[in-house]
């Protein structure tokens, strides 16, 4: 049996995933940063329109593949956090009413914990980037589809509290039963 966690911490835009990412990384833990960020960048930079809001299909179909990459390079033996999992594209694909069967299939393929750390919508945190365009509404349009997304796989969702960075952190190490 592997002792090899994968842990994921999803959520809308916006949510505060990153910050709690990068606190992990600071204390020692191995972390996967967050691979829609990456796509978008490089696309926009080869002004290639597979972004998500110009063909999210296409968007989706890189950033499975980068989120499988992240996958299959956990450290092994060690808790790995990632900023969203493979199931996170299901659920923009499925947010767009767009077909996910294919990658739903190949999702059962990469589990992880059964446990799901989910950021809640905060409007006092968020805001708007180059990378990140959804409005609020949205915003909590995709909350809504991760739940249903994750708990279709068989998750455990459980909602971080809104608090300082630091604490949340802590909520989800005791929920891992780490300290």
Known sequence: MSTTKRVIITGGPGTGKSTIIDLMKQNGYTCHT?????VIKEELAKGSAQLPWDDLSGFSNLVFDGQTNQYRNAAEGKINFYDRGIID????????NLPADALEDLAKHY??????????????IYSMDEERREDFATMNTIHEELIKAYTSFGYEVVEVPKSSSQERVKFILAHLGVE
């Open 34 to 38: 967050e691979v829609s960020r990456s």
């Open 89 to 96: 594209v299901i659920a923009y694909l499925k947010k767009d």
């Open 111 to 124: 589990p992880y914990h059964t446990k799901v750390f989910l950021t809640p919508p905060w409007e006092e």
